[in-house]
């Protein structure tokens, strides 16, 4: 079946540090990729997604590259702020028209000023 | 306007009583979900509903019983609450036809069982 591997959390760094969440998947054929993002006290939204490999998505400094060789699609961004802190989800879809995300475990992310 | 939206957002509930969380979307999508989020803030799909046809059920306890009357609603009753059964239960709707997988997640629903 379908899973996600994300880097255990919590992660805490300073304002304008980078950062690097790792993400994993296992799943047959060709997933589309993504990365969600759940504010405190709020649901997930999309931060970015990835449909092929070799797609780079991005949004709001935040970026991902679809690596099929390494099966990995991790986040990045060069200089995180107070207001990145949340929690963080790399889910797969397997686009065989079932309808399902498979979500990672979430990485909580904290940005100390 | 609130895209996804779920009532109620707070509950708490003794075991052993049947209670009911409400999902309403206005994106005019034809797909639903729920998903249940436990204390580790793992999340795993439970159901889901395409123009008010059942696609997904994940082994979910029959205690849990969806209702979706038309393709903007999607209801979570449970029967005989466990104490297991306290998370946060989040509603989320998609167009079948997009094929993105984006989906777009109400606020959630937190119940607590006593």
């Known amino acids: 079946g379908n899973s996600v591997t994300q880097m255990e959390g919590p992660v805490t760094l300073s304002e304008e540090a980078f950062l690097t969440i790792n993400c994993t998947y296992t799943?047959?054929?060709?997933?589309?990729l993504f990365w969600y993002v759940q504010y405190p006290g709020e649901g997930l939204q999309l931060l970015l997604k990835?449909?092929?490999?070799?797609d780079k998505g991005s949004n709001k400094g935040f970026e991902a590259t679809y690596r099929k060789e390494t099966t990995s699609f991790h986040l990045e961004k060069g200089s995180v702020q107070v207001s990145d802190s949340a929690v963080y989800f790399c889910a797969l879809s397997d686009n065989f028209g079932n309808e399902k995300l498979t979500f990672g475990t979430g990485t909580r992310l904290t940005i100390i000023p | 306007d609130t895209a996804v939206s779920q009532t109620p957002k707070y509950l708490v509930t003794q075991m052993g009583n049947d209670k009911s969380i409400k999902c309403e979307q206005n994106l005019g999508h034809d797909t639903m979900y729920w998903y249940k989020q436990d204390s580790k803030k793992f999340l795993k799909i439970m159901f889901s509903y395409n123009n008010k046809e059942l696609i997904i059920n994940e082994t979910v306890p029959n205690r849990f019983s969806p209702k979706s009357p038309d393709k903007a609603h999607l209801n979570l009753h449970i029967n005989s609450l466990e104490l297991g059964d306290s998370a946060v239960y989040f509603c989320?709707?998609?167009?079948?036809?997009?094929?993105?997988?984006?989906?777009?997640f109400g606020e959630g629903s937190r119940l607590t069982v006593l």
């Open positions: 989320a709707s998609r167009n079948q036809g997009t094929n993105t997988g984006e989906l777009f």
């Open positions: 990835a449909t092929k490999a070799d």
């Open positions: 799943a047959t054929g060709y997933p589309s």
